[in-house]
């Protein structure tokens, strides 16, 4: 950790990466300590914690603290820690770990939005970019006095989650620059009167977790969210929430033909009802119409969107991947249900994965297959949603070269 406010928030960060079971060993620069003191890292980490080459000169800490690293997190990452690193300067124990460190180093910037926009900042995180140092984007929001911007330190959970996803394997490459991705995610809700609705269990856990590696490799990310769980922004990406299928298609419909990649995580509603009351619908009232439900079916937002590829609204070099959420029976397989719906739709890939029985909804990993309209399968193993995003991304990365 360097120095800056958001060090406090380097404490959960350090308790969540414990409690996921990592080995943490906390090495702030000599200023972070102003913001956070040293006994609280100790007892965080279960380790010492020192800022300089000439604590423990005997153990070489310097080094080996640096060679010992399966990952190293900045967090938060300052403006000059970054040009530090840049410079490849040795001058605390931070910047000489890091020098040593042949592990992935992921960096998370926090500071004001001057700073961070400041070319000086912009090209320090090009270079880290272009040396393979993963720097992630700040997120946008309040900061310390008054103004608001991009700037802020993601959440805790969020960097520990794509700190175990870097440490799986996940591809956080930034080249996804200048790509423009639209995702939705969540559940639609059908209203039936201003109080009650048919709705879902989707949580939007795998659309946020695909909008938030999409992000970190340098998409420009709009999620299209129904009802998800209390889910934070990515960062980098930007939100518009809608509540029905109709309003979700409507929002797709728009943005479809400005993108670049779209992935359909939603758990959309197939039918609504078919009408909407005005008024709370009362027992002994409106027995009639609560005891038997006439539905009408929702707008395919996917199927309509291959059409409107097809058709030329939305460019041919768009890539549009679905979900398929399948339970297998007697007869028929989750995986051949899957490889039907990938030709019903007629999009590029499908993500296919059982569900029931508390899978996959609510969860936090996820695991399952990958079609490609060809015929071929991928089988994705079990791993966190943030590792399964980044499976999926980087299929479509294969499908687009
Ligand atoms: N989908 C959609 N619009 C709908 C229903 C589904 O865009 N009205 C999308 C989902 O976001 C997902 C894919 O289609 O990417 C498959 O969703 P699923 O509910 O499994 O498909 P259905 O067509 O509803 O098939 P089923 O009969 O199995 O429910």
Redesign the pocket.
């Known amino acids: 950790m360097s120095g800056g406010i958001a060090a406090y928030k380097a404490c959960h960060l350090v308790r969540d990466l414990k409690e996921a079971g990592d080995d943490v060993r906390v090495v702030p620069t000599p200023s972070a300590l102003n913001f956070v003191g040293a006994a609280t890292f100790e007892a965080l980490s279960g380790h010492p914690v020192s800022t300089t080459v000439f604590d423990a000169v005997d153990e070489v800490q310097h080094v080996r603290v640096g060679q010992e690293a399966d990952a190293v997190v900045i967090a938060p990452a300052t403006a000059d820690v970054m040009a530090r690193l840049v410079a490849g300067r040795a001058d605390d124990l931070l910047t000489a770990t890091v020098l040593v460190a042949q592990c992935p180093v992921i960096v998370v910037p926090a500071m004001h939005t001057e700073m961070w926009w400041n070319p000086a900042t912009q090209a320090n995180v090009r270079t880290l970019r272009e040396r393979g140092v993963i720097v992630l984007e700040p997120a946008h929001g309040r900061l310390t006095g008054r103004d608001t911007g991009p700037g802020r330190l993601p959440e805790p959970d969020q960097i520990a989650e794509l700190t175990r996803a870097v440490l799986d394997g996940a591809d956080l490459t930034p080249d996804w620059a200048g790509r423009r991705v639209l995702i939705?995610a969540g559940g639609t809700q059908e209203n039936l009167d201003p109080v009650r609705f048919l709705g879902n269990r989707s949580s939007g856990r795998q659309g946020f977790a695909l909008a938030e590696i999409a992000a970190h490799r340098g998409a420009q990310v709009t999620i299209v969210a129904g009802a998800t769980d209390d889910l934070p922004t990515p960062s980098g990406a930007t939100v518009e929430k809608v509540t029905s299928?109709r309003e979700m298609a409507e929002v797709v419909g728009r943005l479809a033909p400005e993108m670049d990649v779209i992935i359909?995580?939603?758990?959309?509603a197939?039918f609504r009802p078919v009408s909407q009351a005005d008024a709370k619908m009362k027992k002994g009232h409106d027995d009639a119409a609560l005891q038997l439900l006439e539905l009408v079916e929702?707008?395919?937002?996917?199927a309509t969107t291959v059409q409107q590829r097809r058709e030329g609204l939305v460019p041919a070099e768009t890539t549009i991947v679905?979900?398929?959420?399948?339970t297998g029976d007697g007869q028929t397989s989750a995986l051949e249900y899957a490889q039907a719906?990938l030709t019903r739709?007629g999009c590029d890939l499908l993500m296919a994965n059982e569900v029931g029985e508390g899978r996959v909804f609510g969860q936090t990993r996820n695991s399952g297959w990958l079609l490609t309209a060809d015929g071929a399968v991928t089988e994705v193993p079990d791993g966190s949603k943030h590792v399964v995003a980044a499976a999926i991304l980087s299929a479509v990365d294969d499908l687009r070269n």
Do not use: H, R, S, W
Not at 298 to 302: A, C, E, F, R, S
Not at 322 to 326: M, Q, S, T, V, Y
């Open positions: 939705t299928a359909m995580a939603a758990a959309v197939d929702n707008p395919d937002i996917l679905g979900f398929a959420a399948e719906k739709k």
